[in-house]
């Protein structure tokens, strides 16, 4: 299959669709887009349902990449790390990659060579920063399956 459309609850259609610093942005929304365009269409209203069901449907596109955004070795690890970053939604990427047991002096490099704001939030970081970030803190080992 190389590209569908979909109904979708509309919460997980905002959030597969989710670009960087909206609020919807998540570690789905990540991972999903690294493999797939994403388009949301419309919400469509309970209403036009019977029987109504008790929550609002989107409708979204979705076209396989030939190529993914980002080449991922080890794509488990790589969620971990996200789950981790996102866990405290309104602390700094700082802050919640300290709560990942990753030495302050790391992060500080991590977040420079990336070109991350340390007080930036999880939601407002792009992508491909996020990707760069987990190589660079995982080539120096400070990226584990316990994240």
């Known amino acids: 299959i190389t590209q569908c459309t979909f109904l979708l609850q509309k919460e997980v259609a905002e959030?597969?669709?989710?670009?960087?610093?909206s609020k919807k942005f998540a570690p789905i929304s990540i991972l999903f887009q690294?493999?797939?365009?994403?388009?949301?269409?419309?919400?469509i209203e309970p209403k036009?349902?019977?029987?109504?069901?008790?929550v609002?449907?989107?409708?979204?596109?979705?076209?396989?990449?030939?190529i993914s955004l980002f080449s991922l070795e080890?794509?488990?690890?790589?969620?971990?790390?996200?789950?981790?970053?996102?866990?405290?939604?309104?602390?700094?990427?700082?802050n919640n990659l300290k709560k990942l047991n990753i030495s302050p002096s790391l992060i500080k490099d991590g977040l420079k060579k990336?070109?991350?704001e340390s007080n930036s939030r999880p939601e407002q970081i792009h992508i491909s920063q996020y990707v760069s970030l987990?190589?660079?803190?995982h080539s120096l080992g400070s990226v584990t399956q316990k994240s």
Do not use: M
């Not at 488990?76 to 700094?92: A, E, N």
């Open 114 to 116: 990336c070109g991350i």
């Open 48 to 54: 036009s349902f019977s029987p109504h069901p008790k």
């Open 134 to 137: 987990f190589n660079f803190l």
């Open 74 to 94: 080890n794509q488990d690890l790589f969620l971990s790390f996200l789950k981790g970053v996102f866990r405290h939604r309104r602390k700094t990427i700082f």
């Open 34 to 43: 690294n493999y797939f365009f994403t388009k949301l269409h419309f919400i």
């Open 56 to 66: 609002r449907s989107a409708l979204i596109y979705i076209r396989t990449r030939e």
């Open 15 to 21: 959030r597969l669709c989710a670009q960087p610093g």
